[in-house]
């Protein structure tokens, strides 16, 4: 009895979040550990799909480096980075599409299916949701010097449509987005997915953007989980980039989160999709278990 009595205290934890983000709409990015590993792809199935029976919209977005480098492998394609950057040709492309829109986009369908979800797996270019144009990168060579590089069918947003994503949310669909965008001309380019779920969660309006990675959140120290920092605003963000402390492969989280603040997004939230749940425990407990930005 003293069980159960705790699981009905567990519930009732959550009945004030429910009710304040009744019909709100979440944007989810999916990517690292939960993407790959069988049992984290199906709690998180599993939590974006009880997200929608309790009444809050979610829409995913994904990407899928890792599976894409393995799919140029098997084809005999080496990938090929410049400062860190992926270069992305017409082959390059045709793989990215057949990985992110095909294999990655379906799987994800059929695991809220699975668990009861009526889940549509779209990309950008999907009723034209992603305007895009080629992204121009600037990088500073080893002496110094600014150097404009090419990096082929890599693009970025410029325009976010929300017809059809408002239709399906309308309708009780969850929308799955895979980061391929089309510019005016038709022409589609790879996006980085961290990026395309700030755009798609600020045209929204959305009332969370919550970025599922490797890591806690955001640390002081990647190796000391005691160093996170469990809630921060875009100032505090912000420091924290000139001074160095995110880094690497937090920056682009992070610049999609403070671009989704500044257009209209309440909170983000970065969470390690390693944790059982992690999407259920950060929303719906008081004290949350990653990282969440809001603004000043």
Known sequence: MIKRIEKAEILMEALPFIQKFHRKVFVVKYGGHAMIDEKAKNWTAQDVVLLKYVGINPVVVHGGGPEINKAMEKMGK?????????????????????????????DIVSKLSKFGGKAVGLSGKSGRIILAK????????????????DLGRVGETVEVNTDLLEILINNNYIPVVSPIGLDERGEAYNLNADTVAGDIAGALK????ILITDVDGIMDDINDPNTIHKR?????????????RIKGGMIPKVESALYALDHGVKSVH????KIPHALLLEI??????????TKD
């Open 78 to 106: 080496k990938p090929e980075f410049v400062h860190g950057l992926r270069i992305t040709d017409e082959e390059t492309l045709d793989i990215v599409e057949m990985v992110l829109a095909g294999k990655i986009n379906g």
């Open 232 to 244: 921060l605003t875009v100032s505090e963000v912000r420091k924290m980039i000139e001074d160095g």
């Open 270 to 273: 970065i969470i390690n999709g």
């Open 284 to 293: 719906f407990t008081e004290e949350g278990i990653g990282t969440m930005i």
């Open 206 to 209: 959305a009332e969370k953007l």
């Open 134 to 149: 080629k992204k121009l990168k600037k990088i500073k060579t080893d002496n110094g010097e600014e150097i404009e590089v």
